[in-house]
């Protein structure tokens, strides 16, 4: 009767076969998080050679685990969008002023663009041929939106069309970005200017 040639592995094969796929998977995270903290620490989306001297590994290994740098690109800013969606839908607290709510929806997207802006900056070029890219950026700016709405809900009720709108530009990222990198406000600043304008189109 003829041997099955699974029986023919042996248990060393197996170990081995296992040890390459843990290397592999190491080497593909050592690539992810270079990728991630050259981006962090500001600069340009990085090439293939930089990132494989961050990572420890060698340039064929980068394109062993990513198909090409848009790929890996495509991953960061999966991963950047898991670190930022719990603090994005985390309910504001009911109940207190117009005012209030507004601060702490302000104070929060602080923290979220802060993190969010190596990111979205190093990612323009990519985004502009990438539709994957633009996808993830939208379903985070919808994402955006809808915390906005539950936030002031009651006061979105009466407002118009053009002034929700407006106060969804206001509190949006691009205008966080040109008051932090146009205008070169700091963070304290810049969330001042953008919770008085929004107050502005809040009243009724």
């Known amino acids: 009767m003829p041997t099955k040639p699974t029986e023919n592995i042996s248990r ?3 170990d081995h076969r296992d040890g390459r796929v843990r290397r592999g998977a190491r080497n593909r995270e050592k690539i992810l998080d270079a990728v991630y903290d050259i981006v962090r620490s500001g600069e340009s989306l990085p090439t293939a050679e930089l990132v494989a001297q961050r990572a420890g590994v060698g340039e064929r290994t980068v394109f062993r685990h990513f198909e090409d740098m848009e790929q890996l690109h495509i991953d960061m800013s999966k991963r950047v969008g898991d670190e ?4 994005v839908v985390k309910p504001i607290a009911a109940g207190g002023s117009i005012a209030d709510r507004l601060h702490e929806l302000v104070a929060r997207r602080v923290k979220i663009y802060e993190h969010l802006a190596p990111f979205r900056r190093a990612a323009r070029p ?3 041929s990438s539709p994957i890219i633009r996808e993830g ?4 700016d919808v994402a955006m939106r809808r915390s906005l709405r539950k936030a002031l809900s009651p006061e979105l009720v009466g407002l118009t069309a053009d002034s929700v709108e407006a106060l969804d530009a206001i509190l949006s990222f691009e205008t966080w970005d040109r008051l932090r990198s146009n205008q070169r406000l700091g963070p304290i ?6 919770e008085k304008t929004a107050l502005v189109l809040l009243q009724p």
């Open 189 to 194: 600043q810049s969330a001042r200017v953008i």
């Open 12 to 14: 060393g094969d197996i």
């Open 126 to 128: 990519a985004r502009a």
């Open 84 to 87: 930022v969606i719990p603090l």
């Open 137 to 140: 950026h939208a379903q985070l």
